[in-house]
T-cell receptor
């Protein structure tokens, strides 16, 4: 079993829809929970991070962490075609390595 | 500040050859991590260097090695290339090893034929 599990999709939704992306994990030591966005032929870019449990909002994006369920989510409201990318969850604790999910390929259709 | 740069961007090699990839971190960043990204396995951690010392290592064979120089620039080397080494190799830099903030370069696309 992988430390971090993420449905690879692909996921295709119409413009304006609310998108929900999720990851589960097994290592209870994880403290930092990140979401990266990766456009085609580019490196991943940090989108949001959350420390421990809770919610964090940044514009149209909301990240949620439920440590009791070992489950994290990223919500995208009013999705735009420019949001089409691969979204990767990542987790870390202390000085340990960053552990990534498989990535979910998302397409927003105009 | 300039971002993370990686050279070369694309590379084609033959099985059995060796290859060296280069990464220049963001100015002031002393930690450099390397990842291999493939469609089947996703992003997998190779190793991390901080102040010229390897701090973390992933589960890759000894054919994969790296080093970091005093100016924080890093190189990774893959010897005796195999077809399965075809991947996007990503470098990420950060100020410290215990921070969540890692900034990725565009990657080097390696194709082994």
């Amino acid at each position: 079993q992988k430390e971090v599990e993420q449905d690879p999709g692909p996921l295709s939704v119409p413009e304006g829809a609310i998108v929900s992306l999720n990851c589960t994990y097994s290592n209870s030591a994880f403290q930092y929970f990140m979401w990266y966005r990766q456009y085609s032929r580019k490196g991943p870019e940090l989108l949001m991070y959350t420390y421990s449990s809770g919610n964090k909002e940044d514009g149209r994006f909301t990240a949620q962490v439920d440590k009791s369920s070992k489950y994290i989510s990223l919500f995208i409201r009013d999705s735009q075609p420019s949001d089409s990318a691969t979204y990767l969850c990542a987790m870390k604790w202390g000085a340990q390595k960053l552990v990534f999910g498989q990535g979910t390929r998302l397409t927003i259709n105009p | 500040k300039a971002g993370v740069t990686q050279t070369p961007r694309y590379l084609i090699k033959t099985r059995g050859q060796q290859v060296t990839l280069s990464c220049s971190p963001i100015s002031g960043h002393r930690s450099v991590s390397w990842y291999q990204q493939t469609p089947g396995q996703g992003l997998q951690f190779l190793f991390e260097y901080f102040s010229e010392t390897q701090r973390n290592k992933g589960n890759f064979p000894g054919r994969f090695s790296g080093r970091q120089f005093s100016n924080s620039r890093s190189e990774m080397n893959v010897s005796t290339l195999e077809l399965g080494d075809s991947a996007l190799y990503l470098c990420a830099s950060s100020e410290r090893t215990d921070t969540y903030e890692q900034y990725f370069g565009p990657g080097t696309r390696l194709t082994v034929t």
